[in-house]
């Protein structure tokens, strides 16, 4: 289980941090992080360390916002600086548990319920 904390209202230029705890412990994902999703749009990623250990940013986010992990909290956690209306959205965290049967690779995707956040002007 996911549970997402640390949304809410701030302005424009300012700073929030997300953190996303896991009740069954991290080390079962594949792949850990953020997604969000505004009104109308389709959800879209934010960051997450893959599958492939590398660590990956959406294109809108790049350089202002990082993501970390905190293996002994087994949380994940997402520092959002430099904050625009734009970024404005229900932020999910996600993870990946990745399952093969013979050649079959199945993707089981786990979210939690997702926390707001609004920058206004």
């Known amino acids: 289980q996911l549970v997402e904390s640390g949304g809410g209202s701030v302005q424009s230029g300012g700073s929030l941090e997300l953190s996303c705890a896991a009740s069954?412990?991290?080390?079962?994902?594949?792949?850990i992080g953020w997604y969000r999703q505004a009104p109308g749009n389709q959800r879209e990623l934010v960051a997450e360390?893959?599958?492939?250990?590398?660590?990956i940013y959406g294109p809108s986010v790049r350089g202002r916002f990082t993501i970390s992990i905190d293996n002994a909290k087994n949380t994940v956690s997402l520092q959002m600086n430099s904050l625009k209306p734009d970024d404005t959205a229900v932020y999910y965290c996600?993870?990946?548990?990745?399952?093969?049967?013979?050649?079959?690779?199945?993707?089981?995707?786990?979210w939690g319920q997702g926390t707001q956040v609004t920058v206004s002007p």
């Open positions: 069954n412990g991290l080390g079962s994902f594949d792949a």
């Open positions: 360390f893959t599958d492939s250990a590398r660590t």
């Open positions: 996600h993870g990946l548990i990745v399952t093969n049967k013979g050649w079959t690779r199945y993707n089981n995707d786990y």
